[in-house]
Protein backbone atom coordinates (compact mmCIF):
# COMPACT_ATOMS: atom_id res chain seq x y z
CA UNK A 1 0.00 0.00 0.00
CA UNK A 2 1.40 2.95 -1.28
CA UNK A 3 0.41 7.13 -0.03
CA UNK A 4 -0.17 9.96 -2.09
CA UNK A 5 -0.32 13.76 -1.45
CA UNK A 6 -3.86 15.45 -1.38
CA UNK A 7 -1.89 18.24 -3.73
CA UNK A 8 1.12 16.32 -5.08
CA UNK A 9 -0.24 12.22 -6.10
CA UNK A 10 2.78 12.49 -7.57
CA UNK A 11 4.37 12.18 -4.12
CA UNK A 12 3.95 8.51 -3.67
CA UNK A 13 5.44 6.92 -0.65
CA UNK A 14 4.96 3.94 2.11
CA UNK A 15 3.23 4.22 5.14
CA UNK A 16 6.05 4.49 7.25
CA UNK A 17 7.34 7.77 5.58
CA UNK A 18 4.35 8.88 5.86
CA UNK A 19 3.84 8.52 9.37
CA UNK A 20 7.12 9.16 10.27
CA UNK A 21 6.89 12.77 8.19
CA UNK A 22 3.19 13.69 9.01
CA UNK A 23 2.65 16.09 6.09
CA UNK A 24 3.59 16.02 2.49
CA UNK A 25 6.87 18.74 1.55
CA UNK A 26 4.16 20.97 -0.05
CA UNK A 27 1.49 20.84 2.37
CA UNK A 28 -0.92 17.99 1.63
CA UNK A 29 -1.94 15.22 3.42
CA UNK A 30 -1.49 11.67 2.90
CA UNK A 31 -4.03 9.17 1.67
CA UNK A 32 -3.95 5.52 0.66
CA UNK A 33 -3.88 5.08 -3.31
CA UNK A 34 -6.63 2.60 -2.47
CA UNK A 35 -9.28 1.50 0.41
CA UNK A 36 -8.85 -2.16 1.40
CA UNK A 37 -11.67 -4.15 1.22
CA UNK A 38 -13.46 -6.37 4.36
CA UNK A 39 -15.91 -8.87 3.83
CA UNK A 40 -19.49 -9.33 6.04
CA UNK A 41 -16.79 -13.15 7.06
CA UNK A 42 -14.40 -10.84 8.15
CA UNK A 43 -16.27 -8.53 10.20
CA UNK A 44 -17.64 -11.54 11.96
CA UNK A 45 -14.55 -12.91 12.54
CA UNK A 46 -13.38 -9.47 14.03
CA UNK A 47 -16.20 -9.68 16.35
CA UNK A 48 -14.53 -12.95 17.92
CA UNK A 49 -11.03 -10.65 18.50
CA UNK A 50 -10.33 -8.29 21.41
CA UNK A 51 -9.96 -5.00 21.04
CA UNK A 52 -6.37 -5.08 20.49
CA UNK A 53 -6.62 -7.67 17.78
CA UNK A 54 -8.85 -6.30 15.94
CA UNK A 55 -6.06 -3.48 15.46
CA UNK A 56 -3.74 -5.33 14.27
CA UNK A 57 -5.92 -6.52 11.81
CA UNK A 58 -7.50 -3.89 10.40
CA UNK A 59 -4.32 -1.44 10.49
CA UNK A 60 -2.54 -4.66 8.86
CA UNK A 61 -4.51 -4.01 6.14
CA UNK A 62 -3.12 -0.09 5.47
CA UNK A 63 0.44 -0.62 6.50
CA UNK A 64 1.85 -2.81 4.91
CA UNK A 65 5.05 -2.63 4.89
CA UNK A 66 4.44 -2.95 8.81
CA UNK A 67 4.85 -6.90 9.18
CA UNK A 68 2.33 -8.74 11.68
CA UNK A 69 4.41 -8.94 14.43
CA UNK A 70 5.26 -5.31 14.32
CA UNK A 71 1.64 -4.33 14.72
CA UNK A 72 0.72 -7.15 17.08
CA UNK A 73 3.58 -5.49 19.63
CA UNK A 74 2.58 -2.08 18.87
CA UNK A 75 -1.35 -3.09 19.57
CA UNK A 76 -0.74 -5.33 22.31
CA UNK A 77 1.43 -1.95 23.87
CA UNK A 78 -0.54 0.36 23.16
CA UNK A 79 -3.94 -0.88 24.28
CA UNK A 80 -2.98 -2.69 27.90
CA UNK A 81 -6.15 -3.15 30.13
CA UNK A 82 -3.84 -0.80 32.98
CA UNK A 83 -4.43 1.75 30.70
CA UNK A 84 -8.01 1.52 29.66
CA UNK A 85 -9.41 0.38 33.01
CA UNK A 86 -10.19 -3.11 31.14
CA UNK A 87 -9.97 -5.25 28.18
CA UNK A 88 -12.40 -3.61 26.79
CA UNK A 89 -11.03 -0.65 25.31
CA UNK A 90 -13.98 0.79 23.74
CA UNK A 91 -16.95 -0.47 25.49
CA UNK A 92 -20.45 0.61 23.65
CA UNK A 93 -23.20 1.61 26.14
CA UNK A 94 -26.92 0.84 25.12
CA UNK A 95 -29.22 3.39 26.32
CA UNK A 96 -32.53 2.04 23.95
CA UNK A 97 -32.84 -0.52 21.07
CA UNK A 98 -31.63 2.06 18.37
CA UNK A 99 -29.21 4.11 20.23
CA UNK A 100 -25.64 3.45 21.41
CA UNK A 101 -22.89 4.92 23.30
CA UNK A 102 -19.60 4.48 21.66
CA UNK A 103 -17.25 5.24 24.92
CA UNK A 104 -13.69 6.22 23.46
CA UNK A 105 -12.35 8.03 26.52
CA UNK A 106 -11.23 5.43 28.91
CA UNK A 107 -7.94 5.76 28.44
CA UNK A 108 -4.61 7.46 30.19
CA UNK A 109 -6.04 11.27 29.81
CA UNK A 110 -9.82 10.56 29.39
CA UNK A 111 -10.40 11.47 25.91
CA UNK A 112 -11.16 9.68 22.61
CA UNK A 113 -7.39 11.00 21.11
CA UNK A 114 -5.74 8.38 23.60
CA UNK A 115 -7.16 5.44 21.02
CA UNK A 116 -5.19 6.59 18.27
CA UNK A 117 -1.81 8.29 20.31
CA UNK A 118 -1.44 5.35 22.72
CA UNK A 119 -0.11 3.08 19.55
CA UNK A 120 0.88 5.78 17.24
CA UNK A 121 4.41 6.34 19.26
CA UNK A 122 4.79 2.61 18.56
CA UNK A 123 4.32 2.83 14.99
CA UNK A 124 6.64 6.08 14.41
CA UNK A 125 9.22 4.14 16.38
CA UNK A 126 9.06 1.48 13.70
CA UNK A 127 8.52 3.72 11.10
CA UNK A 128 11.88 5.80 12.32
CA UNK A 129 13.82 2.39 12.12
CA UNK A 130 12.57 1.40 9.00
CA UNK A 131 12.97 4.52 7.09
CA UNK A 132 16.33 4.54 8.29
CA UNK A 133 16.16 8.00 10.26
CA UNK A 134 19.08 8.81 12.11
CA UNK A 135 17.97 12.48 13.31
CA UNK A 136 15.96 13.12 16.22
CA UNK A 137 12.32 13.41 15.53
CA UNK A 138 10.58 16.64 16.71
CA UNK A 139 6.61 16.03 17.18
CA UNK A 140 5.20 19.77 16.96
CA UNK A 141 1.42 19.57 18.05
CA UNK A 142 -1.63 21.92 17.73
CA UNK A 143 -4.61 21.18 20.23
CA UNK A 144 -7.52 22.16 20.58
CA UNK A 145 -7.33 20.45 24.33
CA UNK A 146 -7.41 16.76 24.08
CA UNK A 147 -4.72 16.02 21.53
CA UNK A 148 -2.23 17.53 23.44
CA UNK A 149 -2.67 15.75 26.64
CA UNK A 150 -2.93 12.46 24.70
CA UNK A 151 0.13 13.20 22.17
CA UNK A 152 2.66 14.29 25.63
CA UNK A 153 1.55 11.71 27.77
CA UNK A 154 2.20 9.25 24.68
CA UNK A 155 5.72 10.05 23.20
CA UNK A 156 6.92 11.40 26.96
CA UNK A 157 10.24 10.14 27.40
CA UNK A 158 10.06 8.22 24.05
CA UNK A 159 13.45 7.88 22.88
CA UNK A 160 14.62 9.57 19.60
CA UNK A 161 11.94 11.85 19.95
CA UNK A 162 10.97 15.63 21.21
CA UNK A 163 7.28 17.09 21.66
CA UNK A 164 6.24 20.45 21.41
CA UNK A 165 2.53 21.35 22.05
CA UNK A 166 0.88 24.37 20.81
CA UNK A 167 -3.01 25.36 22.49
CA UNK A 168 -5.26 28.07 22.59
CA UNK A 169 -4.60 30.22 25.81
CA UNK A 170 -8.45 30.81 26.67
CA UNK A 171 -9.35 27.73 24.65
CA UNK A 172 -9.22 24.80 26.47
CA UNK A 173 -11.18 23.95 29.42
CA UNK A 174 -8.95 24.35 32.94
CA UNK A 175 -8.80 20.60 33.30
CA UNK A 176 -7.43 20.49 30.38
CA UNK A 177 -5.09 23.35 30.65
CA UNK A 178 -4.09 21.62 33.80
CA UNK A 179 -3.48 18.12 31.85
CA UNK A 180 -0.55 19.61 29.54
CA UNK A 181 0.96 22.34 31.86
CA UNK A 182 1.71 19.75 34.72
CA UNK A 183 2.86 17.20 32.31
CA UNK A 184 5.82 15.07 32.65
CA UNK A 185 9.05 13.87 30.66
CA UNK A 186 12.24 15.15 29.75
CA UNK A 187 11.42 15.48 26.02
CA UNK A 188 8.24 17.65 26.25
CA UNK A 189 7.39 21.51 26.15
CA UNK A 190 3.85 22.80 26.15
CA UNK A 191 3.26 26.63 25.02
CA UNK A 192 0.06 28.40 25.04
CA UNK A 193 -0.95 30.68 21.65
CA UNK A 194 -2.29 34.16 22.01
CA UNK A 195 -5.63 33.04 19.14
CA UNK A 196 -7.58 30.38 18.68
CA UNK A 197 -7.23 26.95 18.01
CA UNK A 198 -7.02 27.69 14.04
CA UNK A 199 -4.22 30.19 14.63
CA UNK A 200 -2.32 27.71 16.84
CA UNK A 201 -2.85 24.88 13.52
CA UNK A 202 -1.49 27.49 10.98
CA UNK A 203 1.37 28.72 12.87
CA UNK A 204 2.33 24.54 13.13
CA UNK A 205 1.39 24.05 9.10
CA UNK A 206 3.62 27.50 8.55
CA UNK A 207 6.25 25.22 10.61
CA UNK A 208 6.03 22.40 8.73
CA UNK A 209 6.12 23.82 4.99
CA UNK A 210 9.01 26.03 5.19
CA UNK A 211 11.68 23.95 3.75
CA UNK A 212 14.80 26.58 4.61
CA UNK A 213 13.85 25.81 8.02
CA UNK A 214 13.30 21.93 7.76
CA UNK A 215 16.61 22.10 6.74
CA UNK A 216 18.30 24.25 9.09
CA UNK A 217 16.54 21.59 11.69
CA UNK A 218 17.41 18.92 9.86
CA UNK A 219 21.27 19.96 9.66
CA UNK A 220 21.08 19.79 13.53
CA UNK A 221 20.09 16.57 13.52
CA UNK A 222 16.17 17.16 13.64
CA UNK A 223 12.90 15.90 11.67
CA UNK A 224 9.86 17.38 12.04
CA UNK A 225 6.76 15.22 12.57
CA UNK A 226 3.26 15.20 13.68
CA UNK A 227 0.60 13.97 16.46
CA UNK A 228 -2.15 15.43 14.72
CA UNK A 229 -4.86 13.58 12.38
CA UNK A 230 -3.18 15.46 9.61
CA UNK A 231 -0.68 12.43 10.31
CA UNK A 232 -2.18 9.27 8.70
CA UNK A 233 -0.89 7.53 12.11
CA UNK A 234 -3.12 9.17 13.84
CA UNK A 235 -6.14 9.07 11.71
CA UNK A 236 -5.51 4.89 10.81
CA UNK A 237 -6.03 4.08 14.12
CA UNK A 238 -9.52 5.59 14.75
CA UNK A 239 -10.66 3.43 11.63
CA UNK A 240 -10.76 0.49 14.35
CA UNK A 241 -13.08 1.38 16.84
CA UNK A 242 -15.60 1.97 14.31
CA UNK A 243 -15.55 -1.38 13.12
CA UNK A 244 -15.39 -2.46 17.14
CA UNK A 245 -18.52 -1.03 18.29
CA UNK A 246 -20.12 -3.14 15.11
CA UNK A 247 -18.67 -5.87 15.92
CA UNK A 248 -19.56 -5.45 19.55
CA UNK A 249 -23.01 -4.73 18.64
CA UNK A 250 -23.00 -7.87 16.47
CA UNK A 251 -21.55 -10.10 19.19
CA UNK A 252 -24.16 -9.59 21.62
CA UNK A 253 -26.65 -10.11 19.20
CA UNK A 254 -28.33 -6.15 18.54
CA UNK A 255 -27.68 -6.14 14.85
CA UNK A 256 -27.65 -9.05 12.72
CA UNK A 257 -24.71 -9.48 9.95
CA UNK A 258 -24.49 -7.12 7.53
CA UNK A 259 -27.22 -4.92 8.80
CA UNK A 260 -26.71 -1.31 8.33
CA UNK A 261 -25.90 1.11 11.80
CA UNK A 262 -25.65 4.83 11.23
CA UNK A 263 -22.61 6.58 13.19
CA UNK A 264 -22.95 9.58 14.64
CA UNK A 265 -19.82 12.21 15.40
CA UNK A 266 -19.20 15.35 16.64
CA UNK A 267 -15.94 16.45 15.04
CA UNK A 268 -14.37 20.10 14.43
CA UNK A 269 -11.29 19.03 12.51
CA UNK A 270 -13.25 16.19 10.70
CA UNK A 271 -10.75 13.77 11.59
CA UNK A 272 -12.86 11.58 13.58
CA UNK A 273 -15.77 11.23 10.79
CA UNK A 274 -13.69 10.75 7.93
CA UNK A 275 -11.89 7.76 10.19
CA UNK A 276 -16.37 6.27 10.09
CA UNK A 277 -16.08 7.60 6.04
CA UNK A 278 -12.95 4.78 5.97
CA UNK A 279 -14.10 2.40 7.36
CA UNK A 280 -18.31 2.55 5.41
CA UNK A 281 -15.54 2.57 2.45
CA UNK A 282 -14.16 -0.59 3.65
CA UNK A 283 -17.03 -2.40 3.52
CA UNK A 284 -18.58 -1.81 7.30
CA UNK A 285 -22.02 -1.30 6.91
CA UNK A 286 -22.92 2.26 7.85
CA UNK A 287 -25.85 3.99 6.30
CA UNK A 288 -25.81 7.86 7.27
CA UNK A 289 -22.47 9.83 8.75
CA UNK A 290 -23.71 12.08 10.94
CA UNK A 291 -21.52 15.41 11.07
CA UNK A 292 -22.25 16.92 14.84
CA UNK A 293 -21.07 20.27 15.24
CA UNK A 294 -21.30 23.42 18.23
CA UNK A 295 -21.88 26.72 17.36
CA UNK A 296 -18.96 26.65 14.87
CA UNK A 297 -20.69 25.27 12.22
CA UNK A 298 -18.73 25.84 9.23
CA UNK A 299 -19.30 21.87 8.74
CA UNK A 300 -22.85 22.00 8.74
CA UNK A 301 -22.96 24.76 6.40
CA UNK A 302 -20.45 23.18 4.03
CA UNK A 303 -22.46 19.65 3.87
CA UNK A 304 -25.86 21.76 3.33
CA UNK A 305 -24.77 24.17 0.73
CA UNK A 306 -21.08 23.23 -0.84
CA UNK A 307 -19.42 26.02 0.29
CA UNK A 308 -16.85 26.31 2.73
CA UNK A 309 -16.39 29.29 4.33
CA UNK A 310 -14.29 30.06 7.43
CA UNK A 311 -15.10 34.10 7.06
CA UNK A 312 -17.44 33.81 10.00
CA UNK A 313 -17.79 34.51 14.11
CA UNK A 314 -14.94 32.22 15.91
CA UNK A 315 -17.35 31.33 19.23
CA UNK A 316 -15.79 30.12 22.19
CA UNK A 317 -18.16 27.49 23.68
CA UNK A 318 -18.96 24.50 26.37
CA UNK A 319 -17.09 21.87 23.54
CA UNK A 320 -13.85 23.97 23.58
CA UNK A 321 -12.35 20.48 21.18
CA UNK A 322 -14.87 21.67 18.28
CA UNK A 323 -14.20 24.95 18.44
CA UNK A 324 -12.58 24.86 14.91
CA UNK A 325 -13.64 26.79 11.60
CA UNK A 326 -10.40 25.21 9.47
CA UNK A 327 -11.27 21.31 9.04
CA UNK A 328 -8.05 20.23 8.11
CA UNK A 329 -9.37 16.32 7.72
CA UNK A 330 -11.73 17.56 4.91
CA UNK A 331 -9.05 17.78 2.30
CA UNK A 332 -8.72 14.05 2.25
CA UNK A 333 -12.28 13.66 1.54
CA UNK A 334 -12.20 15.77 -1.08
CA UNK A 335 -9.64 13.92 -2.67
CA UNK A 336 -11.21 10.40 -2.51
CA UNK A 337 -14.73 11.38 -4.16
CA UNK A 338 -13.24 13.88 -6.90
CA UNK A 339 -11.70 10.66 -8.06
CA UNK A 340 -8.13 11.65 -6.80
CA UNK A 341 -8.32 15.37 -8.52
CA UNK A 342 -4.91 16.28 -7.02
CA UNK A 343 -5.38 19.81 -8.72
CA UNK A 344 -8.54 20.14 -8.01
CA UNK A 345 -8.14 19.85 -4.30
CA UNK A 346 -4.76 22.01 -4.47
CA UNK A 347 -7.05 24.84 -6.05
CA UNK A 348 -9.68 24.53 -2.66
CA UNK A 349 -7.09 24.65 -0.07
CA UNK A 350 -5.33 27.67 -2.06
CA UNK A 351 -8.52 29.48 -2.02
CA UNK A 352 -8.66 28.59 1.77
CA UNK A 353 -5.99 29.98 2.54
CA UNK A 354 -6.35 32.87 0.25
CA UNK A 355 -9.95 33.97 0.15
CA UNK A 356 -11.16 31.84 3.34
CA UNK A 357 -13.56 29.86 1.24
CA UNK A 358 -14.23 27.83 -1.24
CA UNK A 359 -17.14 26.17 -3.26
CA UNK A 360 -17.01 22.57 -4.67
CA UNK A 361 -18.23 21.50 -7.97
CA UNK A 362 -21.77 19.80 -8.11
CA UNK A 363 -20.84 16.22 -7.87
CA UNK A 364 -18.98 16.67 -5.27
CA UNK A 365 -21.49 18.22 -3.17
CA UNK A 366 -24.03 15.82 -4.15
CA UNK A 367 -21.93 12.53 -2.92
CA UNK A 368 -21.33 14.74 -0.32
CA UNK A 369 -24.64 15.22 1.02
CA UNK A 370 -25.30 11.31 0.16
CA UNK A 371 -22.94 10.10 2.51
CA UNK A 372 -23.20 12.78 5.15
CA UNK A 373 -26.05 15.26 7.39
CA UNK A 374 -24.65 17.95 9.34
CA UNK A 375 -26.41 19.48 12.12
CA UNK A 376 -25.22 22.13 14.89
CA UNK A 377 -26.55 23.08 18.72
CA UNK A 378 -25.71 26.32 20.49
CA UNK A 379 -24.47 25.98 24.14
CA UNK A 380 -28.29 26.16 25.58
CA UNK A 381 -29.18 23.15 23.52
CA UNK A 382 -26.01 21.15 24.27
CA UNK A 383 -27.06 22.15 28.57
CA UNK A 384 -30.40 20.52 27.90
CA UNK A 385 -29.34 17.56 26.29
CA UNK A 386 -26.39 16.65 28.94
CA UNK A 387 -29.90 16.91 31.96
CA UNK A 388 -32.16 14.94 29.40
CA UNK A 389 -29.91 12.55 29.02
CA UNK A 390 -29.07 12.59 33.02
CA UNK A 391 -32.78 12.69 33.84
CA UNK A 392 -33.68 10.01 31.22
CA UNK A 393 -31.00 7.70 31.54
CA UNK A 394 -28.92 8.44 34.50
CA UNK A 395 -26.44 8.65 31.64
CA UNK A 396 -23.95 11.46 31.95
CA UNK A 397 -22.71 12.90 29.26
CA UNK A 398 -19.71 15.44 28.17
CA UNK A 399 -20.28 18.19 26.25
CA UNK A 400 -18.91 17.14 23.00
CA UNK A 401 -20.93 13.67 23.39
CA UNK A 402 -23.84 15.73 24.38
CA UNK A 403 -23.73 17.88 20.80
CA UNK A 404 -23.87 14.92 19.18
CA UNK A 405 -26.66 13.58 21.00
CA UNK A 406 -28.65 16.27 20.12
CA UNK A 407 -27.71 16.54 16.07
CA UNK A 408 -29.10 13.35 16.22
CA UNK A 409 -32.62 13.53 17.97
CA UNK A 410 -32.51 17.01 14.76
CA UNK A 411 -31.76 14.04 12.16
CA UNK A 412 -34.49 11.07 13.62
CA UNK A 413 -36.82 14.16 13.91
CA UNK A 414 -36.24 15.11 10.41
CA UNK A 415 -35.83 12.04 8.50
CA UNK A 416 -37.38 9.39 10.44
CA UNK A 417 -34.86 7.13 10.18
CA UNK A 418 -35.24 4.43 12.82
CA UNK A 419 -31.57 3.28 11.93
CA UNK A 420 -29.37 1.50 14.96
CA UNK A 421 -27.29 4.70 15.44
CA UNK A 422 -23.93 4.67 17.18
CA UNK A 423 -22.46 7.98 18.91
CA UNK A 424 -19.05 8.33 19.33
CA UNK A 425 -18.37 9.75 22.68
CA UNK A 426 -15.08 12.01 22.91
CA UNK A 427 -14.21 12.72 26.36
CA UNK A 428 -15.14 12.15 29.82
CA UNK A 429 -17.83 14.26 31.15
CA UNK A 430 -15.04 15.05 34.36
CA UNK A 431 -12.91 16.98 31.98
CA UNK A 432 -15.77 20.02 31.42
CA UNK A 433 -16.91 19.72 35.46
CA UNK A 434 -18.99 23.14 35.14
CA UNK A 435 -20.71 22.75 32.22
CA UNK A 436 -21.74 19.37 32.99
CA UNK A 437 -22.71 20.07 36.29
CA UNK A 438 -24.35 23.38 35.61
CA UNK A 439 -26.61 21.18 33.34
CA UNK A 440 -27.59 18.63 35.24
CA UNK A 441 -27.63 20.38 38.51
CA UNK A 442 -28.60 23.62 37.73
CA UNK A 443 -28.64 25.08 41.58
CA UNK A 444 -25.75 24.12 42.37
CA UNK A 445 -23.00 27.47 43.48
CA UNK A 446 -19.83 27.72 42.16
CA UNK A 447 -18.81 30.48 44.47
CA UNK A 448 -14.83 30.02 45.79
CA UNK A 449 -14.81 26.68 44.10
CA UNK A 450 -12.22 25.39 42.67
CA UNK A 451 -11.82 22.69 39.69
CA UNK A 452 -11.02 20.10 42.22
CA UNK A 453 -13.97 20.80 43.79
CA UNK A 454 -15.62 20.73 41.11
CA UNK A 455 -14.76 17.18 40.22
CA UNK A 456 -16.18 16.14 43.53
CA UNK A 457 -19.41 18.03 43.30
CA UNK A 458 -19.85 16.19 39.47
CA UNK A 459 -18.44 12.59 41.16
CA UNK A 460 -21.85 12.96 43.97
CA UNK A 461 -24.24 14.73 41.79
CA UNK A 462 -23.86 12.20 38.12
CA UNK A 463 -22.74 8.98 40.94
CA UNK A 464 -19.93 8.91 38.45
CA UNK A 465 -16.05 7.79 40.10
CA UNK A 466 -13.56 10.59 39.35
CA UNK A 467 -10.50 8.98 37.23
CA UNK A 468 -7.47 8.87 38.93
CA UNK A 469 -5.16 10.59 35.95
CA UNK A 470 -7.74 14.04 37.00
CA UNK A 471 -7.92 13.76 40.94
CA UNK A 472 -4.14 13.47 40.50
CA UNK A 473 -3.26 16.48 39.52
CA UNK A 474 -4.12 18.17 42.14
CA UNK A 475 -1.06 17.85 43.64
CA UNK A 476 1.11 17.99 40.07
CA UNK A 477 3.77 20.78 39.57
CA UNK A 478 2.84 23.38 36.77
CA UNK A 479 5.68 22.93 34.64
CA UNK A 480 4.93 25.47 31.65
CA UNK A 481 3.31 28.87 31.78
CA UNK A 482 4.87 30.09 28.38
CA UNK A 483 2.49 31.85 26.54
CA UNK A 484 3.49 33.17 22.72
CA UNK A 485 2.21 35.46 20.06
CA UNK A 486 0.98 33.51 16.99
CA UNK A 487 3.51 35.29 14.75
CA UNK A 488 6.20 33.98 17.52
CA UNK A 489 5.55 29.93 17.27
CA UNK A 490 8.89 29.29 15.46
CA UNK A 491 10.73 31.13 18.24
CA UNK A 492 9.26 28.93 21.19
CA UNK A 493 9.99 25.94 19.12
CA UNK A 494 13.86 27.42 18.32
CA UNK A 495 14.19 27.93 22.11
CA UNK A 496 12.77 24.44 23.22
CA UNK A 497 15.29 22.60 20.45
CA UNK A 498 18.25 24.22 21.52
Not at 67 to 82: M, R, S, V, W
Request: aromatic share 10%; proline share 3%.
Amino acid sequence: MKYQSTRNKSICVDSAWAIKNGISPEGGLYVPTQIPQVTLDDIENYSRLSYKERASEILGLYLTDYTKEELDFCAENAYLPEKFGSENTAPVASLTDTLNILELWHGPTCAFKDMALQILPYLLKKAIEKTGEDNQVVILVATSGDTGKAALEGFKDVEGTKIQVFYPVDGVSKIQKLQMTTQSGANVSVCAVKGNFDDAQTGVKKIFTDEEYKKALSEKGYTLSSANSINWGRLAPQIVYYFSAYCDLLKEGKISKGEKINIVVPTGNFGNILAAYYAKSMGLPVGKLICASNSNNVLTDFITTGTYDRNRNFYTTVSPSMDILISSNLERLLYHISGGDDALVAQYMSLLSKEGKYTVNEDIKKQISDLFYGGCCDDNETAKTISKYFEKFSYVADTHTAVALNVYEKYVEETKDETVTVIASTANPFKFNQAVISAISPETSFDKVDEFELLDILSEKGNIEIPTALSELKTKEVRFTTVCEKENMRDNTDKFLD
